[in-house]
DNA sequence: CTGAAAGCGCTAACAC
DNA sequence: GTGTTAGCGCTTTCAG
């Protein structure tokens, strides 16, 4: 049909004709079947976005970035929350696959190791971008932080803030966490600073980072800094610090990861690292664009956006 | 195709056969095609959800709610954030309706004589759930708080902490904010208590509530409590009376609404007043599947999530 | 229990 | 500029 045409706005179509299909568009109330021009063009203009916790403002930025990058060309976004859960995000991705979708934005709580996925997501030539988390076996796009550099800069920051016993709450084994852990490692080392091994500790979020920081806080000798590989990590630690008596800066300092837009209205204001989440969303999706756009696979790129020191109370003299 | 049948687990295939098509599945590594399902089954198996801003935590939360109450019925959930921008989430409902999504979860931010978008819905014969704003003149099944009874809830609890002088924070006009206003009046009305017209301000989120309580706390009188509408605008609220000096609780008591998961880690921890964000979205997620099972208009449910009082330092005595 | 026939609402490629 | 002919990959209906 020629309605079809005018829908899309072809240009070769009569203005005449234009008028008049435009009309009674309007008259019928006529909208087009997505679904169905889906099928037919073989493209649903419909990209997913896999983060692993939504509640993570990090992510909840990404989220809008991503979205603000592609809504004016025309397409739209599915979000989905992995919860961190390896087995869950794969089979959300086996949906949105499924679901046809042109292109994937991940933040992969697959295990460093486990590029199973992502051979599935290829084999159906669907070109995804990675996103926070690093794959190093996977031929992608990526998007994010140098994280030995953020693991480098916090804990060189705490050094230089007289800091001797710092320690570590590290994150999930893979993507970031490892990297921050390697910066940490280096900047102790660097600066001939050696810690016992119980100075390393784990958790993901507010809650597990509050449970290891209890953990941390009553080592002998307790340390004097702690660096939480992400804000909640580290803002979770501060309320058990607190809690313990302790105060901060004072007797420890803290640093986290990830510039949560809440950060200085916390009890101690987080210094942190910011890893401009915006930016990472609307690069991403840009990269991701650039790929649908041109059939020729061209040379994954890989965007590191440089960490910056955010200096708040946490970290004061 | 018997295939079809196996692949949706219809029960009138026999096992043998059964086992046949699975095997070959599983070699061609065969995935259906969800898009040209929908197309032929009239339904796309998907529900979208819009919110105003999914850097609340208390709408990434519903978000959570309704994923997690769906997704095991075979839906998905296509998010999508309004910015508070009531003509962009016209424009979303109308492309989320295009895709044709199985039903709607909204926090509309349109004003609330405005129900043009509503009749679209309707007119498209798609089942919809308002949550968290009210619009009185909709007849749709609505999940939410009762925002008056908030109002009332956090004046109340000022007064019996001994505040005189109460300065509110509303939000936009429309939905929470005005039901959250009418609470705080009668509230204010029943305890005898008059405070001049300066006292009510107006903002949305953090900075616009930062913004608020710099004019409020340089009234004469200063007010003695702030009712923020919800929980940013009362956190950036604080934020702006400790720069200038005042404290919190001694010579303002804060309150705000929605218990945002880090509201007890802020530099003073913020009273407020959770809405159970996640039972929302849940139970929304749960009235909009029943509405879609059934073919008939059932009476459209409303479910008034009970508020609670959540006590911390930012209005101890 | 199995499969043939018809069509969901649209777009692609090509002729008029 | 316009309309035609196919067919996207599935589900539905109903006959074998």
Same mark, same amino acid.
């Given at each position: 049909m020629t309605v079809s045409k005018v829908v899309r706005a072809c240009a070769d179509v009569g203005p005449e004709t234009r008028k008049r299909v435009l009309a009674r568009i309007n008259e019928l109330n006529y909208q087009p079947n997505w679904v169905a021009r889906s099928l037919a063009a073989r493209r649903t203009f419909m990209i997913g976005l896999i983060v692993p916790d939504l509640m993570h403002s990090f992510f909840?930025?990404?989220?809008?970035?991503?979205? %603000?990058?592609?809504?004016?060309?025309?397409? /739209?976004?599915?979000?989905c929350n992995s919860e961190e859960d390896c087995a869950f995000e794969s089979s959300e991705i086996d949906r949105l696959l499924a679901r046809q979708v042109d292109g994937l934005i #991940? %933040?992969?709580?697959?295990?460093?190791?486990?590029? /199973?996925?992502?051979e599935r997501?290829?084999?159906?030539?669907?070109p995804y971008v990675l996103i926070d988390r690093r794959f190093p076996d996977v031929h992608a796009p990526y998007v994010g932080a140098d994280d030995e %550099?953020?693991?480098? #800069?916090?804990?060189?920051? #705490?050094?230089e803030r007289g800091?001797?016993?710092?320690? @570590?709450?590290?994150?999930?084994?893979f993507a970031p966490g490892v990297g921050r852990l390697k910066g940490y490692r280096e900047a102790l080392a660097e600066a001939g600073l050696t810690v016992p091994d119980s100075y390393v500790d784990h958790a993901k979020d507010d809650a597990t980072g509050y449970e290891a920081a209890r953990r941390l806080v009553v080592l002998d000798p307790r340390p004097d800094g702690i660096f939480g590989y992400n804000d909640p990590t580290a803002t979770g630690a501060m309320k058990a610090i607190l809690?313990?008596?302790?105060?901060?800066?004072?007797e420890i300092k803290v640093i986290g990861v990830?510039?949560? @837009?809440?950060? /200085?209205?916390?009890?101690?204001?987080?210094?942190?690292? /910011?890893?401009?989440?915006?930016t990472i969303g609307q690069q991403a999706a840009e990269i991701l664009m650039k790929t649908i756009g041109s059939k020729r696979r061209r040379q994954p790129r890989t965007v590191i956006i440089e960490p910056t020191l955010i200096l708040r109370e946490s970290t004061a003299r």
């Open positions: 909840a930025e990404i989220a809008k970035g991503v979205s %603000a990058a592609i809504r004016p060309l025309g397409y /739209d976004v599915v979000i #991940l %933040a992969s709580a697959q295990p460093p190791s486990w590029v /199973d996925v992502f997501i290829e084999a159906r030539g669907v %550099a953020i693991g480098r #800069l916090a804990t060189t920051h #705490l050094i800091c001797r016993r710092i320690a @570590h709450i590290a994150g999930p084994p809690e313990a008596g302790v105060g901060i800066p004072g990830g510039n949560v @837009h809440y950060s /200085d209205l916390l009890r101690v204001p987080l210094s942190t690292i /910011d890893q401009g989440s915006a």
